[in-house]
C-alpha cells in the first residue's frame, strides 16, 4: 500500500487541477478494499515492469473517485457500485463498464453473536434480525461500494435503518480498515469485504458469522476515463493498461492467484470477459 502521506498529496493534486496526458504515466483512482489488500500495488508493479507505463493510484470509496474522475483528473477508475457507476457512463464521464474481479461481502461480528445470526444463508434475513434485536450496527456512511452495498441489502430486507443501535462511523470515509477496527472496539456487526477482513482478521476481535450469499457479491470493474469530455486523459495507456489487467495470462493470472500463499486461497476472483472466454473454450 501507497503511504497515507502521498496519496493525501495525490488527493489534494486531482482535486486542485485536471490531469495532463503524460506518455508512460497513468493515474488511477482505486475504491481503498482492494488497495489495502495489496493488490493494487502487485498489479501496478507488474504491469510496470512489462511495458515500462508507471501507474499511481489514490485511494478513495467509490463516490468520491467517481466524482474526482469527473473533473478529469484521473485516466481510470477500479470501482464497486455499479448503480454508480452506470451513472458515471451514462453521464458521459467514463467510456465503460469494464468488468474486472470480484470478491464478496460478508457480515461480521463479535464472537459472542447477540443478534443470533451465525450461519445464517441470507443477509436480508439477518439484517432483519439485527435490526428486530437492536444490536449495534456500523455503517461507513460515506457513499463508498460498500456503503452502498448495505444500503442496497438494507433495502431488499425492506427496512432503513436507524435508531441508537445503528451507528455511521464518522471516519468511514478513510476505509473499511479503520470500519473494521472500530466496530472490533464496539462488539458491533457491519457488511465488509472478505479481502478486508481476512487481511486484518488477526488483529480484531470479529468473526464472520453470514456468507455464501449471491447478494453479497462484490464486482469490481474498471471505467476508463473519457477522452472525448476530458482531451487530457491518457486514454493510449489506458487501453494498454485495462488490455493487460483483462487479459487471462497477464492480470488475471495475478488476480486468480492472488492471496493463495497468505492465506491458503485467493482474495479475488477473475471477472473480465476475456477471462470467462477463455475458460468457455
Not at 58 to 84: C, P, Q, W
Not at 131 to 154: C, M, P, Q, Y
Not at 181 to 192: D, E, L, N, P, Q
Amino acid at each position: 500500500m501507497r503511504c497515507l502521506t502521498f496519496m493525501f498529496m495525490l488527493v489534494l493534486c486531482v482535486c486542485s487541477t485536471s490531469v495532463q496526458a503524460e506518455e508512460g504515466f497513468l493515474l488511477l483512482g482505486s475504491t481503498i478494499g482492494p488497495i489495502d489488500a495489496g493488490i493494487v500495488s502487485a498489479l501496478e508493479d507488474a504491469f510496470e515492469k512489462e511495458s515500462g507505463i508507471r501507474v499511481r493510484h489514490v485511494g478513495a470509496g467509490t463516490g468520491e473517485a467517481l466524482k474526482i474522475a469527473e473533473k478529469g483528473n484521473i485516466d481510470l477508475v477500479m470501482v464497486h457500485a455499479r448503480s454508480l457507476e452506470e451513472k458515471f457512463v451514462t453521464a458521459g464521464f467514463g467510456t465503460e463498464r469494464i468488468p474486472f474481479m470480484y470478491n464478496d461481502f460478508v457480515i461480521v461480528g463479535s464472537a459472542n453473536d447477540p443478534a443470533g445470526i451465525r450461519g445464517m444463508t441470507s443477509a436480508t434475513v439477518a439484517l432483519k434480525k439485527i435490526a428486530d434485536t437492536a444490536a449495534s450496527f456500523i455503517s461507513r456512511g460515506d457513499k463508498s461500494g460498500t456503503h452502498v452495498a448495505e444500503t442496497e441489502l438494507w433495502a431488499k430486507a425492506g427496512l432503513k435503518p436507524g435508531g441508537a443501535w445503528y451507528k455511521v462511523y464518522e471516519k468511514g470515509s478513510e476505509g473499511n480498515v479503520p470500519t473494521l477496527r472500530f466496530t472490533s472496539s464496539s462488539g458491533a456487526y457491519t457488511i465488509i469485504d472478505r479481502a478486508t477482513f481476512l487481511t486484518i482478521q488477526k488483529e480484531i476481535k470479529l468473526v464472520v458469522l453470514v456468507e455464501g450469499d449471491e447478494a453479497l457479491l462484490n464486482r469490481i470493474s474498471l471505467i476508463p476515463v473519457s477522452q472525448k469530455k476530458f482531451p487530457s486523459v491518457n486514454s493510449a495507456d489506458t487501453a494498454a493498461f485495462v488490455r493487460w489487467l483483462t487479459n487471462p495470462v497477464k492480470g488475471q493470472k495475478i488476480v486468480a492467484e492472488f492471496g493463495k500463499e497468505r492465506f491458503g486461497g485467493p482474495l479475488f476472483f477473475p471477472d473480465s470477459r476475456e477471462w470467462h472466454a477463455k475458460g468457455s473454450k
